[in-house]
């Protein structure tokens, strides 16, 4: 198992950005695959974004795509969200995900704690 611990969540006005950063505490840090899943209220997670264990192939839901980048280093045992033109439906609690890779909860076998991203209009 592996542990980790999301920061960088809070409160930004439509068009605005956030970067998200989550932490991992076992090593080597590049076996697990990084995916990042979002949860709004009454609404089921789904997944946001997903990188490769290299870094090397990222992926994104469409309704994301061309606004937020993943990113990871692999020394430091960190991945990264950058959201920019952010709008009111990216209101939700983000959650950094680490597994096998893909867009799919199954995909992914440890979960952090997840920080809540507040987008106003």
């Known amino acids: 198992q592996v542990q980790l611990v999301e920061s960088g969540g809070g409160l930004v006005q439509a068009g605005g950005s956030l970067r998200l950063s989550c932490a991992a505490s076992?090593?080597?840090?590049?076996?697990?695959?990084m995916g990042w899943f979002r949860q709004a209220p009454g609404k089921e997670r789904e997944f946001v974004a997903g990188?490769?264990?290299?870094?090397?192939?990222?992926y994104y839901a469409d309704s994301v795509k061309g606004r937020f980048t993943i990113s990871r280093d692999n020394a430091k045992s960190t991945v990264d969200l950058q959201m920019d033109s952010l709008k009111p439906e990216d209101t939700a609690v983000y959650y950094c995900?680490?597994?096998?890779?893909?867009?799919?909860?199954?995909?992914?076998?440890?979960w952090g704690q997840g920080t809540q991203v507040t987008v106003s209009s």
């Open positions: 995900a680490a597994g096998v890779g893909g867009s799919l909860e199954y995909e992914y076998d440890n």
């Open positions: 076992k090593r080597p840090f590049s076996r697990y695959a």
């Open positions: 990188i490769s264990r290299s870094g090397g192939n990222t």
